[in-house]
């Protein structure tokens, strides 16, 4: 869903999406993202996060993750439900399309990753490269079978989860009205809910429970983590069947409602063992970044936020997000063993971040995401 139509390195860059809004959404995701892994590898930042309650947001920008499946949910939902509507929705364009999109650049990283494992293991930027690691990223199952090799492919996974669902469902209740549509849409978001509070009292997740025990059991599996995706394509089917969209007062009081609720997770959150944090943050994150992306949709924005998220400064920031994602921890890894001290460690790891993203982004994302787009329409 993108409104690329210059060529060349510059064109691939800074050519918006048809909604601007979701450019700087998409920005600000990765950049939370990056915020709290730069944080992590660096030592004296990642100590200070750990002592006090007014660095704790370092370490929480994690919740760009659920921004991104909610921005998931809404332009793959979206796209899904366009096609249903016009009668033309076919699997093998919709899954070969989804191919080119997402599993090029990310098996040209794990390739990458093997090529730097087994070429300078003595860097130890790359974890051990195990048959049994490997299989589980490759199939993207690491959702349900962690392995880590380096590249966050668990998200991934959820994702891939979800494409093989979403279509089904959709189509299963194409003939529905719309209230029960997105009813059903609701059902999921709470279903994501009421699977965390299950896993919490069966694992008594209460407690001292470390964080690490909790992640493989909250945070990776696809059934605890769809409420964002299910988010997604609920704001998809109100922006479907409102395309104009309700009154700009209504618009400002979701930013704001939005902001409000993820602000709340972001300044206070955090992955433990007690039942808020572990159960219901999550609800929260979904339907707050859920409010904001409702409030930002009209082509003419109505609200502030809407108007600064259309910003161009967004622009390149989101182009290469995905590119970002797959290659930031392996770059980190490699720029925390060089133990920068300087005040300037955060930038450069940052430049490091960008300019490997830059050719995987180049060189492989975008050519084939433009050839899946001529090929398969």
């Given at each position: 869903m993108t409104g690329r139509g210059n060529s060349g390195f510059l064109g691939a860059l800074t050519t918006p999406g048809l909604l601007p809004p979701l450019d700087g959404l998409r920005a600000v995701a990765i950049l939370l993202v990056l915020l709290t892994h730069i944080s992590l590898h660096l030592?004296?930042?990642?100590?200070?996060?750990g002592q006090s309650e007014w660095t704790r947001p370092l370490t929480n920008g994690v919740i760009g993750v659920d921004l991104f499946f909610v921005l998931s949910g809404f332009l793959v939902g979206g796209a899904v439900l366009r096609s249903i509507a016009a009668d033309r929705f076919s699997f093998r364009t919709f899954y070969l399309r989804r191919f080119f999109r997402i599993l090029p650049a990310y098996f040209t990283v794990i390739l990458a990753l093997g090529v730097i494992r087994y070429g300078w293991p003595e860097t130890g930027a790359v974890p051990p490269f195990a048959l049994s690691r490997v299989i589980p990223n490759v199939l993207l199952l690491t959702d349900y079978w962690p392995a880590e090799i380096g590249v966050p492919s668990w998200s991934l996974s959820i994702e891939e989860h979800f494409y093989l669902l979403i279509p089904l469902l959709l189509l299963f209740a194409r003939n529905?009205?719309?209230a029960t549509r997105r009813n059903l849409m609701l059902g999921f978001v709470f279903l994501a809910l009421l699977c965390r509070m299950l896993t919490f009292y069966f694992y008594d997740l209460g407690g001292a429970m470390p964080g690490e025990d909790i992640i493989p059991l909250?945070?990776?599996?696809?059934?605890?983590?769809?409420?964002?995706?299910?988010?997604?394509?609920?704001?998809a089917l109100m922006h479907q069947e409102s395309p104009g969209g309700a009154p700009g007062s209504r618009r400002r009081v979701a930013s704001v409602l939005g902001l409000l609720l993820v602000g709340a997770v972001f300044?206070?959150?955090a992955l433990s063992g007690r039942w808020f944090k572990t159960t219901l943050q999550y609800t929260i994150l979904a339907v707050g970044f859920g409010a904001v992306l409702w409030s930002v949709l009209p082509v003419q924005p109505v609200t502030l936020l809407a108007r600064l998220l259309s910003s161009r400064c967004w622009v390149p920031i989101a182009r290469l997000s995905y590119s970002l994602y797959l290659t930031h921890l392996v770059?980190?890894?490699?720029?925390?063993?060089?133990?920068?001290?300087?005040?300037?460690a955060p930038l450069i790891m940052l430049a490091c971040c960008v300019g490997a993203a830059l050719p995987l982004f180049l060189l492989v994302e975008e050519?084939?995401?433009r050839y899946a787009q001529r090929a398969f329409r």
């Open positions: 030592p004296g930042l990642a100590f200070a996060a529905y009205a719309p909250i945070y990776y599996p696809f059934h605890t983590r769809m409420d964002a995706l299910a988010m997604g394509v609920l704001v300044f206070a959150g770059v980190l890894n490699f720029a925390e063993r060089v133990r920068l001290h300087s005040l300037l050519p084939l995401h």
